[in-house]
């Protein structure tokens, strides 16, 4: 059983862009959505970014989703998704998160997808990359159908929550354990684990990280999934990111060191 879990953050951490703006163009072409949907979605998450996160305007975040995706089939939209994951997802990864998992793993570490993004979306992702598990928001259907209800909104302080409950069940030590997140909104997140990790930082963010003395990192390279020379790249790199953080271990004492896969080729 692994000791200690690496919990990433998905939006502009793992991807270059955000999961829902990656659907965005086939959710269009399906007909699910109307370009009407994506400027009330879009004003919904300037606002929550720009003015505050206060809970009122996580809720009317929240709101919108349910409205937007009420009705839809469930299957419908899972081979969307589906066919989203090779089109607008894989080649909007970062070489360097990927390098990270790698790392991690063979650290013998679990690791973990946390979003904000339904589990339709995530699950899909989680395998793609071949994390171990993932926390996500969780919406209700009947009759295979989307009933509008957001059973679980996996949302800034939610998150940290959500990581408890599956520290404890697998019995990992959240002081062990790394996080990487690019948002201020997920300070809690960060703050749950012993080894947080600011990527590509937002202002606000930057700023908490420098005064904590947070490791932050610059992710800039998307690379396809199936790329061959990437593949080979990985492969490598995982193996000196394992070397390098067994050293680290024995001399810094599981201090706040990430393993830190290397970013030049």
């Keep these: 059983m692994a000791r200690a879990a690496a919990f990433f953050d998905l939006d502009k951490t793992i991807l270059a ?10 959710l269009l072409r399906s007909g699910l959505i109307t370009r009407r949907d994506i400027a009330r979605s879009a004003q919904a998450q300037i606002a929550y970014h720009l003015l505050d996160t206060s809970h009122e305007r996580s809720e009317r975040m929240k ?17 969307i998704v589906a066919e989203a994951l090779t089109t607008e997802i894989e080649p909007v990864v970062y070489l360097e998160a990927l390098d990270a998992i790698s790392a991690h793993h063979a650290a013998g570490h679990d690791v973990v997808i946390v979003s904000a993004s339904a589990d339709a979306i995530v699950r899909p992702v989680m395998h793609l990359l071949g994390a171990d598990g993932m926390i996500a928001s969780r919406l209700e259907s009947t009759d295979g159908r989307y009933t509008g209800v957001i059973e679980s909104y996996n949302y800034g302080p939610a998150k940290p929550a959500a990581m408890a409950e599956m520290a404890r069940h697998h019995g990992w030590d959240l002081a062990e354990c790394w996080a990487y997140s690019d948002s201020i909104t997920d300070e809690p997140l960060l703050r749950a684990v012993g080894h947080p990790v600011a990527v590509n930082a937002d202002r606000a963010l930057a700023r908490i990280a420098r005064a904590e003395g947070w490791d932050t ?49």
């Design 63 to 79: 709101d919108a989703l349910a409205e937007m995706v009420r009705g839809w089939s469930v299957a419908e939209f899972d081979a």
């Design 217 to 265: 990192v610059v992710w800039r390279r998307p690379v396809p999934l199936r790329s061959p020379a990437r593949h080979s790249t990985l492969v490598t790199a995982g193996v000196l990111a394992a070397a390098v953080l067994a050293l680290w271990l024995v001399r810094r004492g599981r201090r706040r060191r990430p393993p830190a896969p290397s970013s030049s080729r």
């Design 17 to 26: 862009t955000s999961a829902s703006l990656a659907l965005t163009r086939p």
